[in-house]
């Protein structure tokens, strides 16, 4: 979501205090307690009887947030400026969504999205119906695009996908790194999470394509080499692929916390 303004005008006493730096938190006696990222403010409009820790102030001042102060007609009476609001990064954003507890509703539904337009699209293009079926979850989809290979070179293809699909994982990893300064971002930052799997285990599932699409599969002593010069061959398809799904992953980002 875009970045709002909030307004603090309420009837009741409101205590405003700071949430681990990375968000307002808004308490009042008669209503339940809120927890509002910084990252998701614009601004805030505040009535001068609400009580505001100087703690919460200072993270406003921090982020660049600048808040007014109002009487109960909704005069100006004063304001607080920090620092000038900079240009939201990619980090600052991963950073911002990860300590925020709504990370966990939001990003394994964007996940399961992701997983599953990348195999539909790898069925279709290795000349097999995507239904809800085959896309039930990774095996299964891998199961059925493994017995098309099978049915078009005659000979089983696992070790030629997976070895694929290492270079893939290696690449998406890398063009992570190149995206994401701050490398702690990217796994383990919560317990559990690693970004570098997940979003190359999307990316993998393309290794099926060029393994179908291939003229003919390796004999075992030279699949590494056999592996490598077709990824190669075919790095102005796989660069695309992994920065769209990086961008997918960056406008998910700025959707729910920017």
Same mark, same amino acid.
């Given at each position: 979501?875009?970045?709002?303004?909030?307004?603090?005008?309420?009837?009741?006493?409101?205590?405003?205090?700071?949430?681990? @730096?990375?968000?307002?938190?808004?308490?009042?006696?008669?209503?339940?307690?809120?927890?509002?990222?910084?990252?998701?403010?614009?601004?805030?409009?505040?009535?001068?009887?609400?009580? #505001?820790?100087?703690?919460?102030?200072?993270?406003?001042?921090?982020?660049?947030?600048?808040?007014?102060?109002?009487?109960?007609?909704?005069?100006?009476?004063?304001?607080?400026?920090?620092?000038?609001?900079?240009?939201?990064?990619?980090?600052?954003?991963?950073?911002?969504?990860?300590?925020?507890?709504?990370?966990?509703?939001?990003?394994?539904? #964007?996940?399961?999205?992701?997983?599953?337009?990348?195999?539909?699209?790898?069925?279709?293009?290795?000349?097999?119906?995507?239904?809800?079926?085959?896309?039930?979850?990774?095996?299964?989809?891998?199961?059925?695009?493994?017995?098309?290979?099978?049915?078009?070179?005659?000979?089983?293809? @696992?070790?030629?996908?997976?070895?694929?699909?290492?270079?893939?994982?290696?690449?998406?990893?890398?063009?992570?790194?190149?995206?994401?300064?701050?490398?702690?971002?990217?796994? #383990?930052?919560?317990?559990?999470?690693?970004?570098?799997?997940?979003?190359?285990?999307?990316?993998?599932?393309?290794?099926?394509?060029?393994?179908?699409?291939?003229?003919?599969?390796?004999?075992?002593?030279?699949?590494?080499?056999?592996?490598?010069?077709?990824?190669?061959?075919?790095?102005?398809? #796989?660069?695309?692929?992994?920065?769209?799904?990086?961008?997918?992953?960056?406008?998910?980002?700025?959707?729910?916390?920017?």
């Amino acid at each position: 979501m875009s970045a709002r303004p909030l307004y603090l005008n309420p009837s009741e006493a409101v205590v405003v205090s700071c949430d681990a @730096g990375v968000a307002l938190r808004v308490r009042g006696a008669d209503s339940p307690s809120r927890r509002i990222p910084l990252a998701q403010l614009s601004r805030v409009v505040t009535n001068h009887h609400t009580r #505001w820790d100087s703690q919460a102030l200072l993270a406003c001042m921090t982020h660049g947030i600048p808040v007014s102060f109002v009487d109960r007609h909704g005069k100006p009476i004063g304001w607080c400026f920090g620092q000038r609001r900079r240009e939201t990064t990619l980090d600052h954003l991963l950073r911002a969504a990860l300590d925020c507890p709504e990370w966990d509703r939001y990003y394994p539904s #964007w996940l399961d999205n992701q997983r599953r337009a990348a195999a539909a699209q790898a069925l279709i293009l290795c000349g097999e119906r995507a239904s809800g079926e085959h896309l039930r979850s990774a095996r299964c989809t891998r199961d059925v695009l493994c017995n098309a290979h099978t049915r078009k070179h005659g000979l089983a293809a @696992g070790d030629t996908v997976t070895a694929l699909a290492h270079l893939a994982a290696q690449e998406s990893a890398a063009a992570l790194s190149h995206a994401v300064a701050q490398s702690e971002l990217l796994a #383990w930052h919560r317990p559990g999470l690693n970004l570098i799997d997940d979003i190359g285990g999307i990316v993998c599932v393309y290794a099926h394509v060029a393994v179908h699409h291939a003229r003919r599969l390796p004999a075992p002593e030279m699949l590494e080499k056999w592996a490598i010069k077709l990824y190669q061959a075919d790095a102005e398809l #796989w660069a695309p692929r992994i920065g769209a799904i990086i961008g997918s992953f960056e406008r998910f980002l700025r959707e729910h916390w920017l």
